[in-house]
């Protein structure tokens, strides 16, 4: 029986999935970390390749909800979803609630899969603890469930295919505290996380603001909000009117890509530099171009192909990591030239699909 796992040197494969060239089949073994104890909040890291089925036994029918596509970032999930769906052979259907503000339209639209004939759920989650009673109930039915991206504090789920928002934030804060250590003169940061209440930005906002304690970074007051480009432009414009000597807006991938035009448009390119703490295609475009520092890379098509081959191994009872997710690696100037696109970003021109039948 060939198992799911093959430990191996992380570097060589990592090296591989970077330069990997652009064909369904070559996105695998990945190199990823699964953590032991699964669901564990002190659970180790170990180095392994994720391999999914190569096809799953039957076309099953499983339903994924995000909390919406408004950005490239959640398109990358749904490609990954969408194409591991195709080359696995299973249905796939994609609902989206529209937006961080809509927990009782996620809920609903989840209620109204499983009603439908869903036989496993893939959720990524507006809350981290607003879905734990209706993990709950789908699981009771024996319906599997799989936390996606975001983060679910149910100890119900089947599954996880994510990385720590922690060290996505951690790795973000320690780039610039390397770059502003303790003693050299200290510079301003605005700050901001995402919507407030979200699993992944409590996660990443820890993880950033304990990166640059000791360091000569001064983070203000984090400004929390929906991760809509107009929100995010009218939180970046807030504060750099309050804080004109601010030297750093760091955050979400939606505050980076937003915050481009209006760096340009008021002669602040050099004075205030954009970090991101997720990768996106337009962020991915703003390092080449010298408009973004860096972003670490969370490879969120491969989260959610492994997502979709979790569901497919628990609904057939096969060996199955239960948390995982791909290695992080952060992409500057000094590596985007050789860092491909595939894997970590859907392809250029990407559409949102929301079935595979």
């Known amino acids: 029986m060939k198992t799911a796992l093959k430990y191996a040197l992380a570097t060589t494969v990592l090296a591989m999935a970077l330069?990997?060239?652009?064909?369904?089949?070559?996105?695998?073994p990945y190199p990823a970390q699964a953590i032991e104890p699964p669901f564990s909040a002190d659970g180790k890291s170990v180095d392994v390749d994720y391999t999914p089925v190569a096809k799953a036994e039957k076309p099953w029918n499983i339903c994924v909800s995000f909390p919406h596509m408004k950005d490239a970032y959640w398109l990358g999930v749904d490609y990954g979803v969408t194409e591991q769906a195709k080359d696995a052979g299973v249905k796939l259907n994609v609902v989206e609630a529209g937006g961080y503000t809509e927990l009782a339209k996620q809920i609903s639209q989840i209620e109204d899969c499983v009603a439908g004939g869903a036989q496993a759920v893939v959720i990524g989650a507006i809350s981290f603890d607003g879905l734990n009673?209706?993990?709950?109930?789908?699981?009771?039915?024996?319906?599997?469930?799989?936390?996606?991206?975001?983060?679910?504090?149910?100890?119900?789920?089947?599954?996880?295919?994510?990385?720590?928002?922690?060290?996505?934030?951690?790795?973000?804060?320690?780039y610039l505290a390397k770059k502003h250590p303790a003693g050299s003169e200290p510079v301003k940061v605005g700050w901001f996380p995402g919507p407030a209440g979200a699993g992944w930005v409590e996660a990443a906002n820890k993880g950033f603001l304990e990166a640059v304690k000791g360091s000569a970074v001064e983070v203000l007051d984090p400004k929390f909000g929906d991760t809509g480009k107009e929100a995010q432009l009218k939180l970046v414009e807030d504060v750099l009117q309050a804080e004109p000597d601010v030297r750093y807006i760091a955050g979400t991938a939606v505050t980076?890509?937003?915050?481009?035009?209006?760096?340009?448009?008021?002669?602040l390119k050099g004075k205030v530099d954009l970090l991101a703490f997720?990768?996106?295609?337009?962020?991915?475009?703003?390092?080449?171009?010298?408009?973004?520092?860096?972003?670490?890379?969370?490879?969120?098509v491969i989260q959610g192909r492994v997502a979709v081959d979790q569901a497919i191994r628990a609904l057939e009872g096969k060996e199955l990591v239960k948390h995982v997710g791909p290695k992080i690696f952060v992409v500057d100037p000094s590596n985007i030239a050789t860092v491909s696109q595939t894997n970590i970003l859907p392809p250029d021109g990407f559409k949102p699909v929301f079935s595979v039948n």
């Open 256 to 267: 980076a890509e937003a915050a481009q035009g209006l760096i340009r448009e008021r002669g």
């Open 278 to 300: 997720y990768m996106t295609p337009g962020v991915y475009e703003g390092i080449k171009r010298g408009f973004i520092l860096a972003a670490p890379a969370d490879s969120v």
């Open 133 to 174: 009673n209706l993990v709950s109930e789908i699981t009771k039915k024996g319906i599997p469930v799989i936390d996606v991206i975001n983060g679910i504090s149910s100890p119900d789920v089947t599954a996880k295919s994510l990385v720590s928002f922690y060290t996505m934030g951690q790795e973000t804060g320690a």
């Open 19 to 28: 330069n990997a060239p652009a064909r369904a089949d070559s996105w695998y």
